[in-house]
C-alpha cells in the first residue's frame, strides 16, 4: 500500500534569514528558482508573531508563538501572504506551515485569553515539560475547550490555501485531538499533508521518566502521512563521522520496515533548521553529493534545507537576523538535485519493498524487488567493481550515457541506472 506522499521533494525555509527573499512578497520573486530545482512543496518555518518574555538571543525564537492567527509583521500581512500561496500554487508549488501546539510564548494571546488551558506547576504558575526550552509555556490538553480553538485555526489556514501541516513535536500532543484536527480539516480541504516532527527516543525516554506521556512513531502513523526519521538519526550521525559502519546505517533503515506499518513514509535529510549543515562534520562537496543521493534512494520523502544548495557549513541563527548567501549556490550540486527532484517527481524510487544490498564494506546497492532501478553508493575513498549481472537495457541517468546489461561496472561515487 503507497502513500501519495512517498516520492514527496521538500524546501524548507525560515523567511527571516532566506537571503534578499526575507517577506512574503520577496519570497514570491524566489519560487521560480525553487521550482527549476525540481521540489514539489515548500515549508515555511513559524510565520507567527513571536513573545520576548525570556527570548533567546535579539529577537527571540520563532517556535516561541504569541498568535496562532497572526503573521509576524517581518514578514508581510495576512493579505500577503494570501497572495503569496496563490503565487506558489501558480508555480506548482504546495506550501507547508509549521504548526506549534505543544506550547505557546509566555505573554501569547492565547495565554492571556485563557490562562486555564496551560499546564500549572504546584504553585499555579505555567511551565514548560522540556527545561530548556525556557522561552515557552505547555498547553494541557486534559482542558477540553482548548480543542475547537486550536482546530479553528487548522480549519481557517486550510481554508486560505494551505496545503499541509509540519507539526512541531508532535509526538508530545495527544493522538486524540490530532485525529480530531485531520477530520476536521479534511472536511474543509480534503487532501491536506499531515507531517509529524516525532522525536528521538532517547527524548521520547526522558520524557516518560518524568511522568509525561508522548507518542511513539508507530502511533502517530495512525493519523500522519510523514514522520521524521529522528528515530535512526543518531545511527546517521555517527556513520557520517565515520564512527560506525554503513552496515549499522543501513540495519537501522531495514528495521523501519519491520516496526511501522505497510505505506509508512519517513522524511530523510542530512541537513535541517535543528541539526548542523553536512559540511560542518567536516565533509567535502563529493561527500555531500553521495549522502544526497542516499537520500533520494532510501524509502520515503526528501526535506531540503535551504542553504543546502551552497556551500557553507553554517546553519543560520533562529534568534538572529542571519542571512543565508543564496548566490554561493554550487552548480554541480544544484544539477544533481534537479536531476535527482526530477525522477522522485517521476516516481522512480517509489515502491513499497526497496531492498538495500551492502557490498565490500563501503558500496551501498538499492534497488526495488523487479530492478527498475538501481542504485549504488561508493563511500569509500577509492574506486570499487562489482557484478551487477543483470541483463535488458538501463540508462545512466547521472551520468548521461547509455548503459546497456549491467554486468561488471566500477562505481567511482555514485550512480543511479533506470530499465529502459
Known sequence: MLNKFDSLTIYSIYLRNHGEFNTFETLGKDLDRIRGM??????LLPIHPIGTRNKKGALGCPYAIADYGGINPEYGTLGDFRSFIHKAHEKGLKVIMDVVYNHTAYESK????????????????PVTKEPEWEDVIDLDY?????????????????AMGVDGFRCDVASLVPLDFWREAKKAVEAVKPGVLWLAESVHREFLEDLRARG?????DAALYEVFDILYDYDIHPAFETFVKGETALKTYIEAIRNQDAIYPPG???????????????LAYGKTMKDK??????NYLLKGAVLFYAGQETDTQRTPSLFETDPIDLGHGVPSYILLVKKLNQLMAAGVFSGESIVYEVVQEKLLIVHDPEYRFLGAVNFGQTPLTHDFALGGDYCDVLGGRESGPLGNSTIVDYR????K
Do not use: C
Not at 416 to 419: E, G, L
Open 142 to 158: 486534559s482542558q477540553q475547550a482548548l480543542w475547537p480553538l486550536l482546530i479553528g485555526y487548522l480549519k481557517d489556514w486550510a
Open 38 to 43: 525540481g521540489f514539489q512543496a515548500i515549508w
Open 212 to 216: 509525561f506521556e508522548g507518542n511513539e
Open 289 to 294: 553529493e553521495k549522502f544526497t543521493v542516499l
Open 416 to 419: 543511479i541506472f533506470i530499465k
Open 264 to 278: 509508512y513514509v519517513k522524511l530523510r535529510f542530512i541537513e535541517n533548521h535543528d541539526q548542523p549543515r553536512f
Open 110 to 125: 492565547l495565554y492571556q485569553e485563557h490562562p486555564e488551558f496551560f499546564l500549572k506547576d504546584a504553585r499555579g504558575n
